[in-house]
């Protein structure tokens, strides 16, 4: 029975016992269950015959304790497991109704509320910048009118040069993000050093051309160091403090709440 390799895990069209060890029975179900597909016969004979050895030893040496150990002995160890059966349910549990409770928490009302009671707490490390860009092949037809657009960048036009895409050799037209100057500048590669510190000084449009392509810029908006964080920039943070002060809240009272729970509806009495 233990030589069946690649036809025990491959035959499965009904559950097939495999091995025994003393009163305990390993099917082929649990064999499928635990391992991936084998990547040749000889790889399955080995691992399959591994599996079951060590699932027989492990029954083996478990029916050997019950015969061998003291009732004082075993009495302790059932406790030892009842105790830490309970704590991985109840661990279980506590973090099903801390994650319901958090995504009812971390609503985009109380993020708000939260920025706005502690916001000045919030300071810049770094300057931040909302942009725009788009290079166009200088032999595109339809440049003078995507240029003409993208200064303008009214809905209709933002939705005009998207449908162009494909005629763009790169693009970001996100100009509502903030995002850092190390971003900026990994993405604006095309530009020299000097081109980058021009363009990132202050709001402005800012157009340059070279061999292969014509760069349309815009810098929407810039807030330097010691500004206020915007609440777009810093919504990943405050989630992550919200959830994390409310999590210590949370474990503080749950057990007790538990515990309240079952006296008010008389499933916990003492007597």
Request: charge should be negative; include cysteine; charged fraction near 30%.
């Amino acid at each position: 029975m233990i030589g069946m390799g690649c036809e025990v895990i491959q035959s499965s069209s009904q559950d097939r016992l495999i091995a025994r060890a003393e009163n305990h029975y390993l099917y082929l179900s649990d064999i499928e269950a635990y391992f991936e597909p084998f990547n040749s016969e000889e790889d399955s004979l080995i691992k399959v015959r591994s599996y079951i050895n060590d699932w027989a030893r492990q029954k083996l040496m478990y029916e050997k304790s019950l015969i061998n150990l003291s009732s004082e002995k075993i009495s302790e160890l059932n406790e030892m497991v009842s105790d830490y059966e309970n704590m991985l349910f109840s661990n279980a549990y506590r973090e099903f109704v801390l994650k319901s409770t958090m995504d009812s928490v971390l609503k985009i009302d109380y993020i708000q509320d939260f920025y706005e009671a502690n916001k000045l707490n919030f300071r810049l490390k770094e300057a931040v910048y909302k942009v725009r860009y788009i290079s166009i092949p200088l032999n595109n037809v339809d440049s003078r009118e995507i240029t003409k657009r993208f200064k303008r960048f009214q809905d209709q036009d933002m939705m005009f040069i998207d449908s162009l895409s494909f005629q763009l050799s790169n693009y970001f037209l996100s100009d509502s993000i903030w995002i850092n100057e190390n971003q900026i500048r990994d993405q604006l590669y095309f530009l020299t050093e000097r081109q980058q510190d021009r363009f990132l000084k202050s709001p402005n449009y800012y157009e340059v051309k070279d061999s292969l392509a014509l760069y349309l810029l815009q810098l929407v908006d810039r807030l330097d160091r010691g500004n206020v964080v915007p609440l777009s920039y810093t919504k990943k943070t405050i989630e992550n403090i919200v959830f994390n002060k409310r999590k210590i809240e949370f474990l503080k009272s749950f057990d007790n709440d538990i515990l309240q729970d079952a006296i008010k509806t008389k499933k916990f009495e003492t007597y």
